[in-house]
């Protein structure tokens, strides 16, 4: 879909003149790979870049999405990445810069998402810095400060090379395992008039490569096992927002005959009320029943599986590296590719009988293809399994006490007559209130565990569907909400469409549940766990924060009825072309459903 820049934006090119500056070819270059927006905080590092993209651009292609924070920069081009599966632009200013927003790269780093970061550095000749303030923002290997949790940098010292290092940035961070990449813009090289013509080449010749298949011996024996697997399981990870792919998935499963399992560390890959998805979205903890049905499957195919080694360690009980799950595994993934000695987010090391270094949508389309092409192809039959929807509520229960249950049961009742995308859900949402029927029904949750981009990706993800009709709504906790509010304003000002719930426990309650653990660990009093952790004394204004931001809401609610009447109301604005946040005071506690 086609985004348009905020009405009073678009400001038209400057007629050509004699004079081109190094950082119009810069700017020509992001133009040219397509990319719609560039989000940032004003800084004079890039002040000519800035003004290439205004002045020279016009504004559009890219368009400057302004930020109030660096780290929201970051937060809201991961968000919006989810949705078109296409990276955005962010411009951060010198180190100081880098060092606001080096959280949120991190986070967009274990997510796996494509970002094109252009920083910038003050003069490298000293000679020619000004007093004090572009001494101390210029450093030297400024890209040190990120460069464990990035894909790639560079520091260009000629528009010529600018222009390399941008096209091979693109080409890096869109090629899978994706991930953030970062290009380094010296003050000097911006700002200088060309007396030589400098050209960006056509972008076609510097095209992606294809997304890696699997050989034809691996292929075959993939194909081979799952022809003689009775009960085969397939484990549907990371996977493209593209609705061919989901297709193609379902497709498989059918095919195959295979029950499906997907989990709510990432986006929706799978139609969760399908027959052959038995139970619910697996959450961070096992149950019995996924313990159950790990052990009927004769063999498990893992399609870019999150924590492979460490989900089958838990339902298994046993080690990976020491008593691997009994069945045979099938392992497809490119996300080792990305794994480095610093960062542990590439999760425990995972058994596997055969590995695929593919993608796996395009694995998923291969073994389609192979299975049609065998007439006789049986698929697996299962008897008398029942599914997780059966006895799943539709909807709250107005006589019991407001929780995150009855939260999450009232807007799952909602979205089933709207075509809404969460873009974020909280913690403490029970799997059974995850009922997914689009590739964009559910957007997955921060790769980092970080805390404050709840609003920065909902705000990036409502970019990414403005005009498509679509709800986009995030549901959040307090905590993360209180420290990234000042995203919102960034949607009032681009006229974003959205909604915002806060499941409002009035804590940082997922560190309660920790120092309760300790505490009776050590014999001492549970009382306790809140102090150090509650958010009241006084209870901050969430709705009045977000009116401060260009947002309108209504008064906190606390019961399901009342949510249901307030989310009618910001259905409501958010169709008119508004923003709503709604306070929901809910009962502390997760559930365990």
């Not at 911006?190 to 050989?215: C, G, H, M, N, Y």
């Not at 270094?357 to 006789?376: M, T, Y």
């Not at 709800?471 to 304003?489: E, F, N, P, Q």
């Amino acid at each position: 879909m086609t985004e348009t820049p905020a009405a009073g934006s678009h400001i038209p090119s400057t007629p050509a003149t004699p004079v081109v500056w190094g950082s119009d070819v810069i700017a020509d270059t992001i133009r040219a790979l397509g990319y719609r927006y560039i989000a940032l905080v004003p800084g004079s590092s890039f002040r000519g870049l800035h003004d290439s993209l205004v002045n020279h651009l016009g504004n559009h292609d890219p368009s400057l999405v302004v930020c109030l924070h660096e780290e929201h920069a970051v937060s809201i081009a991961d968000g919006f990445s989810r949705v078109a599966q296409e990276p955005m632009a962010v411009a951060l200013h010198a180190n100081v810069g880098v060092m606001h927003a080096s959280m949120t790269i991190f986070n967009a780093w274990c997510d796996r998402r494509p970002m094109l970061i252009i920083g910038a550095t003050g003069p490298v000749d000293a000679r020619k810095r000004r007093p004090w303030i572009d001494w101390i923002h210029t450093s030297k290997d400024q890209a040190a400060l990120i460069r464990n949790f990035i894909k790639w940098d560079d520091q260009p010292t000629s528009p010529e090379a600018a222009i390399e290092a941008v096209l091979r940035a693109d080409q890096i961070t869109r090629t899978a395992p994706a991930g953030p990449v970062y290009v380094c813009l010296e003050v000097e090289m911006q700002e200088t008039a060309l007396d030589r013509t400098v050209k960006v080449p056509d972008i076609r010749r510097f095209s992606l490569p294809e997304a890696p298949a699997a050989p034809a011996d691996t292929l075959k024996k993939v194909v081979d096992a799952l022809r003689a697997a009775k009960s085969p399981l397939l484990l549907f990870g990371r996977g493209s927002r593209a609705s061919a792919a989901w297709r193609n998935r379902v497709a498989l499963g059918e095919a195959l005959g295979a029950t499906v399992m997907t989990t709510l560390h990432n986006a929706a890959c799978f139609p969760t009320e399908h027959p052959l998805h038995h139970l619910p979205p697996v959450g961070e903890r096992p149950d019995a029943a996924e313990n159950a049905l790990l052990r009927q499957a004769d063999l498990i195919v893992s399609f870019d599986w999150h924590d492979l080694a460490g989900f089958l360690s838990a339902r298994f009980g046993e080690m990976q590296t020491q008593t691997p799950a009994p069945p045979p595994i099938v392992h497809c993934s490119v996300d080792g590719l990305a794994a480095n000695g610093w960062s542990m987010d590439h999760q425990a090391f995972p058994a596997a009988d055969i590995r695929v270094l593919a993608d796996p949508d395009s694995f998923v389309r291969q073994l389609l293809v192979e299975i049609s092409g065998h007439k006789d192809w049986t698929p697996a039959v299962r008897h008398g399994t029942g599914h997780w929807t059966d006895d799943a509520p539709t909807g709250p229960d107005a006589s019991l006490p407001f929780n995150s249950e009855q939260l999450a049961f009232t807007l799952t009742a909602f979205s089933r007559v709207k075509d809404v995308t969460f873009a974020r859900l909280p913690f403490g949402w029970p799997r059974i209130a995850s009922r997914f029927t689009t590739p964009i029904d559910f957007l997955g949750k921060d790769g980092g565990g970080a805390v404050g981009t709840g609003t920065g990706h909902t705000v990036g993800a409502a970019l990414a569907l403005k005009d498509s009709g679509r709800l986009t709504i995030g549901v959040i906790g307090d905590g993360d909400y209180l420290m990234g509010v000042t995203a919102l304003w960034t949607a009032a000002h681009m006229k974003i469409p959205m909604m915002m719930v806060v499941a409002n426990n009035r804590s940082y309650y997922n560190d309660e549940v920790h120092q309760e653990r300790m505490a009776r660990q050590r014999g001492r009093p549970v009382e306790n766990k809140g102090i150090g952790q509650k958010l009241d004394d006084p209870a901050p204004d969430l709705v009045g924060l977000a009116r401060c931001q260009g947002f309108e809401g209504g008064e906190s609610v606390r019961d399901a009825l009342a949510l249901q009447r307030a989310l009618d109301r910001g259905a409501a604005v958010v169709a008119a072309g508004g923003r709503y946040l709604i306070d929901a005071l809910i009962i502390p506690g997760y559930s365990d459903k």
